[in-house]
């Protein structure tokens, strides 16, 4: 059967077209895109019918809307010229047959006249497409063989494709090392299920063990709440003693001031009243004294203001007189004291300026104990800051290289993409017609020639064979001398490119796994940075440390904070003590104040003071002296009396406040108001016990920086308490877990009606799969007699098409020990996965084309091929030319290409060409 013409109505781009073709040998040549394959999908339609739009991989509706279908005239051998034509619109789709004869018919005619040609066998043994070629360079030797075996002995990939559909049904149901497999699912419930009967077998002991631990941990989690609740409470009970506090300080001032003692401590009313009256009492024995003496001044006529001032004044001056030397004494002190005072303050500016310290942290107390704790805890700072510069260099070594390999990759994927595009381009525009091998061996074969006719010329005697001699040997000479000039292939292959994109790929993966285990390390450290400061920012709450400051700089600040402690209680001590002696001498000074119009004290210190005071005493007594006088005696003498009368109710006043010594009479008078602030205390100290009895224990002595410790070690107790909790608690919901599992798993009867359910589903199950395995053996042993019966004579014709196809390089095929072997001219043999991909093409067609060659008769089909030829470089096409030309002598052979070569050569041996967009227009 030879196809005669095409017309073609409406198919894809082609609208009222004819196409007459040949009936041995015709190319059909036409740039990409141009319908080549068009033209194919088009004879294949009439012929078998348009497919199912399920089946469909291109649609060839007309574009410019023309009726879609159209006819072929074929010549066949019995029924002579036969016109079948197709439209998509009309009968469904059906053909219309019409016989030479006259004889119409329909699908069914059209079926028995290409009996047993069908659309499978036309399509998968007569068809040439690129795909199948291009598929061969990913097989390994195995599928390789037995694909090239299939077609020869079937004509199609069929057989194969079939078994690789059973066993691809059969790992569907069941695979030795899968997980999906329905069958692997099925097993893996059924030794589920057997473990749920050894549980529930085993389960009564394991139940009510588990009841009894769940009964434990209930009481263990209670015991925890409780004990979480009493830390709860007392760390109210901290914190509601921070905030009292600075109360709690101003109750304890008060109670130490007033030693403890309340209202009934103060001095009684009677008391109060008789140091009032003797104060009275002195008051008017003052006044009278001070009305003598204005009754001596009228007496003495001749006395100087200066002498009335002393004698008015007499009993203070001579109570400063006595004074002096304590005023010497405790003037000096004060001297020696403020210089050490200076020293201690001038140490501490030192220590503050050079630390930079805050008063804050005078009062951090660190125990021997905690100090551990701080050093082990500095410890930990340290490495984690050495870690964390070591996984930062990490992290940027890593950043950086990955940088610079995602441009390899990038650069890698665009060569690879530009060279499989390009590679078959530049092979055809750069590589010569002949290679270095071939030239070689005709430079050797002109030199041999030249020797023979040489050799000739002188046993003959003969001239003009020297002229041949030359000849040859020039173009042997010349050859030999161009080997060197053969163009090399390019320095990175496509086989180079692809290794270094997988080396490189390799090395991302690495670079990947090193990135993830960095990030651990990153998170890992977080997570005990994130401790440390925790840790840090509890001790910072306790002590007052600064967080910005490392542990170790805190280490190295506590022996400075005892140091600075001392030297704050000795300044304290001091300060107390020149307090003290600044009040005695600024009540010396007070008491000179009264004289201070008198005696000349201005810009004078103590000292300078009382001597001043001593000479004008001295000064008065010589004037006194000099006077003369009865009545004065008697004044001076009811003075005396007067003055003795006011000793003796200072003296009761002293008695009364306490006071064992002679203390001025203004200390009374201080005496009542500090009886007054004594009652007022004692009622603050009452509202205050009042306020704090409920927070703290006031018999207990507490401290601001042990009340932030306990609140700290609180804390971590309630974070201990918590951890058990949640530990007790994730303990109690599995075991409840377990045990709600154990209630649902039922019975033992109903797990076991369900275990042979199961197992009737696993050997039905199993008889699937052991068919589809029997469906399998039968091919393989279908395969088997095909091999034994037809493989002979099937790599008797292969050896000769592929002898013909690789020019006589092979020579012939054969199968050794169940592998497929060639053996070249040489008689090396050759695996068929050490054949270049050009080879292997030409091998696989041997196959189709032997098979074609062997049946035929029993198909009578024309051989179609679509740029079957595509690893084929100019001499394996001229010499598959030469054998299509031969084929076409028994067999119409249509080729669609878009090969110029190809072109030429049917143009030169005058076979048909036709090209697309020169045809016919109906």
């Not at 249509?894 to 036709?914: G, P, W």
Request: charged residues 30%; aromatic residues 8%.
């Amino acid at each position: 059967m030879k196809i005669r013409r095409l017309y073609i109505n409406g198919f894809g781009k082609f609208n009222n077209q004819v196409f007459n073709l040949k009936e041995d040998n015709q190319l059909i040549f036409g740039d990409n895109e141009s319908g080549k394959s068009t033209l194919y999908h088009f004879i294949r339609t009439i012929l078998f019918g348009f497919p199912k739009k399920r089946d469909m991989t291109r649609d060839f509706t007309p574009v410019a809307g023309a009726t879609y279908g159209g006819h072929l005239i074929i010549d066949h051998p019995v029924h002579g010229e036969i016109y079948v034509e197709r439209f998509k619109e009309k009968n469904k789709g059906q053909a219309y047959v019409r016989l030479e004869d006259g004889q119409v018919g329909d699908e069914r005619l059209l079926t028995t006249i290409l009996s047993p040609l069908t659309r499978e066998i036309f399509d998968e043994v007569f068809s040439f497409q690129q795909e199948q070629l291009v598929d061969l360079d990913d097989l390994n030797e195995v599928r390789l063989q037995r694909l090239l075996l299939t077609v020869g002995l079937t004509g199609s990939e069929r057989l194969t494709a079939i078994s690789n559909d059973f066993l691809k049904d059969r790992q569907q149901i069941y695979k030795p090392s899968g997980r999906i497999p329905l069958l692997n699912q099925q097993l893996k419930e059924f030794n589920r299920l057997e473990q749920s009967i050894r549980l529930v077998e085993e389960q009564e002991q394991t139940y009510q063990n588990k009841w009894d631990r769940r009964i434990e941990l209930e009481e263990l989690l209670e015991k925890e709440r409780k004990e979480l609740e009493d830390s709860y409470s007392l760390e109210k009970t901290l914190l509601d003693q921070q905030k009292y506090f600075p109360l709690y300080t101003e109750w304890q001032t008060l109670n130490r001031e007033t030693g403890g003692k309340k209202e009934k401590d103060a001095a009684s009313q009677t008391t109060i009243k008789s140091v009032s009256d003797a104060l009275q009492e002195y008051r008017f024995l003052t006044k009278k004294e001070t009305e003598l003496l204005e009754n001596q001044s009228e007496i003495i006529k001749d006395i100087t203001p200066a002498v009335q001032f002393y004698l008015e004044n007499q009993e203070l001056f001579e109570q400063l007189l006595d004074d002096q030397l304590s005023v010497q004494s405790i003037s000096e002190r004060q001297e020696v004291m403020q210089q050490q005072l200076d020293a201690y303050t001038s140490n501490k500016k030192e220590l503050y300026e050079k630390y930079r310290l805050s008063d804050a942290l005078l009062d951090v107390v660190i125990e021997e104990q905690e100090e551990i704790s701080l050093k082990e805890l500095a410890e930990v700072e340290e490495e984690l800051l050495r870690k964390q510069v070591i996984l930062s260099n990490e992290q940027s070594r890593l950043s950086i290289r990955q940088r610079k390999l995602d441009y390899e990759l990038s650069e890698s994927e665009n060569q690879l993409d530009t060279s499989s595009a390009s590679i078959n381009e530049e092979h055809l525009d750069n590589s010569p017609f002949l290679d270095s091998f071939t030239i070689k061996m005709f430079s050797g074969l002109s030199i041999a020639i030249a020797i023979m006719m040489l050799l000739l010329a002188i046993v003959l005697g003969v001239s003009w064979l020297y002229v041949i001699v030359v000849i040859f040997a020039g173009l042997g000479i010349y050859g030999f001398m161009n080997t060197s000039r053969v163009p090399k292939s390019s320095s990175v292959t496509p086989e180079e490119a692809k290794t270094l994109y997988k080396q490189q790929l390799g090395e991302a993966d690495q670079l990947a796994g090193e990135l993830y285990e960095l990030e651990k390390e990153l998170a890992n450290f977080e997570e005990q940075d994130a401790l440390v400061k925790k840790q840090k920012e509890q001790w910072a709450t306790a002590y007052g440390f600064s967080t910005d400051e490392t542990v170790s700089m805190w280490l190295t600040t506590l022996p400075v904070f005892s140091q600075l402690r001392d030297i704050q209680k000795n300044e304290q001590e001091m300060q107390q003590q020149l307090e003290t002696i600044d009040k005695a001498i600024d009540s010396y000074k007070q008491s000179l104040s009264f004289a201070k119009e008198w005696i000349p004290l201005e810009d004078k210190n103590i000292r300078d003071g009382f001597k001043e005071v001593k000479q004008f005493v001295e000064a008065q007594k010589e004037a006194i002296n000099r006077l003369e006088g009865s009545e004065t005696s008697n004044i001076q003498s009811e003075l005396a009396s007067i003055r003795h009368q006011k000793a003796a109710s200072q003296q009761l006043v002293n008695q009364l406040i306490d006071q064992h010594e002679a203390t001025p009479i203004d200390i009374a008078k201080e005496w009542l108001n500090h009886q007054e602030q004594l009652n007022q205390n004692a009622k603050r100290l009452s509202e205050l016990e009042r306020q704090l009895e409920h927070v703290f224990d006031l018999s207990k002595e507490y401290k601001l920086l042990s009340i932030n410790r306990e609140v700290m070690k609180v804390k971590e107790i309630q974070d201990e308490l918590k951890d058990k909790q949640r530990m007790y608690q994730t303990e109690w919901q599995q075991i409840d877990y377990d045990m709600k599992q154990m209630e649902k798993n039922g019975s033992l009867d109903d797990l076991r009606q369900e275990r042979a359910t199961q197992l009737a589903k696993i050997e039905e199950m199993t008889e699937q799969w052991l068919t589809l395995r029997f469906s399998e053996e039968l091919i393989q042993r279908l395969f088997q007699y095909l091999s034994d019966q037809q493989l002979p004579t099937l790599l008797g014709t292969v050896t000769g098409y592929f002898n013909l196809l690789t020019n006589k390089k092979y020579h012939k095929v054969l199968i050794e020990d169940g592998r497929l072997w060639v053996v070249d001219t040489t008689q090396q043999s050759w695996t068929i996965d050490q054949l270049s991909t050009g080879t292997k093409d030409q091998l696989y067609m041997a196959f189709r084309l032997a098979f074609i060659h062997l049946h035929s008769e029993d198909y009578g089909s024309p051989i179609v091929i679509d740029d079957g030829w595509l690893h084929f470089d100019d001499s394996r096409k001229a010499t598959l030319f030469n054998l299509l030309d031969m084929l076409g002598k028994d067999n119409q052979v249509i080729c669609l290409t878009s090969d110029k070569a190809m072109r030429e050569y049917f143009k030169m041996k005058d076979q048909s060409v036709l090209v697309i967009g020169e045809e016919e227009t109906a």
